[in-house]
């Protein structure tokens, strides 16, 4: 177990930055997840701290020690590759085993091996697959496999690459709620790469949000949630993505174009041009008392199960509602939509203002 | 159009079939004739070998001759040895570019650095640049070096044809395989010499395989450095095999067409060995898995 310190690491492939300015904190035993969009750079931080990759300038620390020169096999970390990287001439059992015989995770009798493999793999559901080769097994079985190498040695730090999107659905949505109930995770400090943003939120205790190798925001899951830093971040988190409408403020009122929105403007937002965000579960229908209000026709009901997916159209513009599928409208009836002010974000210059509530204090 | 019913183990002829079918028995007629017409005169004797196509009385004498089993000497060639040379030659040679060549192939597979494309052209120009501009020079050197006419000195020149072949094929193999692999193993704690050994190599042996053949085979059928850089001692098979069309005394094409076959026979039986691992080995990397 070990804390992971990343200090402005830059990585270049040729003139591609890779990483630029990184730097993150991670405790020791905390669950730690990287999201963001294919080609962030998220793979290229996890191997940056295994050593895999060199890096062109910036320090990386595990357990407080500079690991500047430090071969990746001296580093005692763990990884699961996206592309599994299972020694394919060897069987599940021997694939798992491998780090527990090379000596440097420390020494096992074959006893010993054979109960760190066992209990692995019944957590995962694994077991019955032992004796076979890789080439034999079905994507998510692989990933379980890969998965499987790390958990069964003890290691300073868990490095995971998107060790869950090779699974169909159920079965993610059932190995997440596991993951982190797992002994060994629970205890290791686990650096976990994903683009989604659901495994995200559920599992981790904060979150790094990447975008084209920089850092741009780091934070609790409620936090990253409730008070993104711009509207990247807002729209990386949600599904459906936030609406994001450019308004005015003007005289007091702030609107926007097509007269659809129309709220008082908090204090202290007295500039032009704003872009305003709501997340589609953030409107109900109908009216309420202090809340912003936006009148419009049903385009399109889409049930979903519980919810029912409304797409209004209001001015010049198309707004998606997620409401409880029991009150849903029939298409093409005209409905109000609220949402309270404190959860109609104001971005300006693109970074986080506050909302139509008010001004928030970035570190509040 | 109703299709007539099969019987188990009836095929449906088509005409496009019967076409292919011809088209291929033709191409093996046209490929297999230089090799019949070579058997047949390989069992021919001295006064019809150019007399006659297909009329003449078979004889093993030739066999025999070229084995040197037969009291007549007809020719000044050890044939045995030059087989016995060869085999020892293209084998060391093939050894040596294995043993230096996967650690290249290996490392060239893997990291790129400042040049490394030119180093390899590099290393290819040796195959496709003619043997003719060395030799001179390399002909000077081996006396000079007291390698003149020395098997170790005909592994060494060999190094020129089979090296690059090995270096080439088998650094495309180390390309196929993913980094990541090896990156697994580093971080299971082994060092990078034994993920090396233990995951990287065992995955390329069927290219080893084959590039071990092909170059086996390039050495054998090489010509030109055995002939300039060896005398009686290292002879060669392919060298052996001239020497009985006579220096202008009589041209023995029957002794010649014997001692090719046999020449032949080597590097047959070593491909025959090893084809379980060619046959996947040409295929690696064909399909992505």
């Known amino acids: 177990m070990a804390s992971l310190t990343l200090d402005n690491v830059t990585k270049s492939y040729g003139r591609t930055r890779a990483l630029s300015d990184v730097s993150l904190a991670v405790d020791d035993g905390e669950f730690f997840v990287i999201l963001g969009p294919s080609g962030a750079g998220k793979t290229t931080t996890l191997k940056s701290v295994a050593g895999l990759e060199p890096i062109d300038a910036g320090t990386v620390h595990i357990g407080g020690t500079d690991m500047a020169g430090v071969e990746p096999y001296r580093r005692n970390v763990a990884m699961a590759f996206e592309s599994y990287a299972l020694y394919p001439q060897r069987t599940v059992y021997d694939n798992l085993a491998s780090p527990l015989r090379s000596g440097r995770t420390g020494t096992y009798s074959k006893a010993q091996q054979d109960r760190r493999i066992t209990e692995v793999t019944d957590t995962l559901g694994i077991g019955h697959l032992l004796q076979r080769f890789p080439r034999e097994l079905s994507n998510g079985q692989r990933q379980r496999v890969a998965l499987g190498r790390v958990l069964v040695r003890p290691a300073g730090a868990y490095l995971l690459d998107e060790p869950l999107s090779h699974l169909d659905a159920k079965l993610r949505a059932a190995m997440r709620a596991e993951l982190k109930q797992l002994g060994a995770m629970s205890s290791t400090t686990t650096l976990y790469v994903t683009h989604d943003y659901q495994e995200a939120l559920a599992l981790g205790d904060r979150i790094a949000v990447l975008r084209a190798g920089r850092v741009v925001q780091v934070g609790t899951p409620e936090r990253i949630w409730a008070r993104p830093v711009d509207t990247f971040v807002a729209r990386v988190l949600g599904q459906p993505e936030m609406l994001l409408l450019p308004a005015t403020v003007d005289s007091g009122r702030i609107r926007t174009a097509d007269g659809a929105f129309d709220a008082a403007a908090p204090d202290g937002l007295d500039r032009g041009d704003v872009v305003l965000g709501i997340r589609p579960r953030a409107l109900t229908l109908g009216e309420r008392e202090t809340a912003v209000t936006v009148r419009g026709t049903v385009r399109l009901a889409e049930r979903l199960g519980r919810v029912i997916e409304l797409t209004v159209h209001s001015g010049d513009t198309d707004l998606v509602a997620v409401v409880a599928s029991a009150d849903a409208p029939a298409e093409g009836s005209d409905v109000t939509l609220s949402v309270r002010p404190d959860e109609v974000h104001v971005f300006v210059d693109d970074l986080r203002w506050g909302s139509v509530a008010g001004k928030e204090d970035r570190d509040a | ?289």
Request: hydrophobic share 55%; charged share 10%; aromatic share 14%.
């Open chain 2, 1 to 289: 159009m109703a299709r007539r019913v099969l019987k188990p183990g009836q095929k449906r002829v088509s005409a496009g079939g019967v076409a292919a079918d011809t088209v291929t028995v033709l191409w093996f007629v046209f490929a297999l004739f230089p090799i019949v017409w070579m058997f047949l005169l390989s069992l021919k004797n001295d006064a019809q070998q150019t007399s006659t196509y297909f009329g003449f009385t078979p004889t093993w004498t030739n066999y025999l001759t070229v084995l040197g089993t037969k009291g007549e000497q007809l020719t000044s060639v050890d044939f045995k040895s030059a087989v016995l040379t060869s085999v020892l030659a293209c084998a060391g040679a093939t050894a040596v570019s294995l043993v230096v060549g996967i650690p290249a192939a290996y490392a060239a597979g893997r990291w790129k650095f400042r040049g490394s494309e030119s180093l390899m052209f590099n290393m290819l120009s040796f195959r496709f640049a003619p043997e003719l501009m060395v030799i001179v020079p390399l002909f000077v050197i081996y006396h000079y070096l007291h390698l003149f006419d020395t098997s170790v000195g005909l592994i060494r020149v060999l190094q020129l044809v089979t090296m690059p072949l090995v270096v080439w094929i088998l650094r495309s193999y180390f390309q196929d395989l993913s980094p990541e692999l090896e990156q697994a193993a580093l971080l299971d704690g082994y060092t990078r010499v034994r993920a090396f050994f233990t995951v990287a190599l065992p995955l390329v042996r069927p290219g080893i395989a084959a590039a071990a053949l092909l170059a086996f085979i390039f050495a054998w059928n090489n010509y030109i450095f055995p002939l300039i850089l060896t005398d009686s001692n290292a002879t060669t098979v392919t060298v052996a095999v001239t020497k009985f069309l006579g220096g202008g005394g009589q041209a023995y094409y029957n002794l010649t067409a014997a001692a090719a076959l046999l020449g032949v026979l080597p590097p047959l039986v070593l491909a025959l060995c090893i084809q379980r691992y060619l046959v996947r080995g040409l295929s690696f990397g064909a399909v992505k898995s």
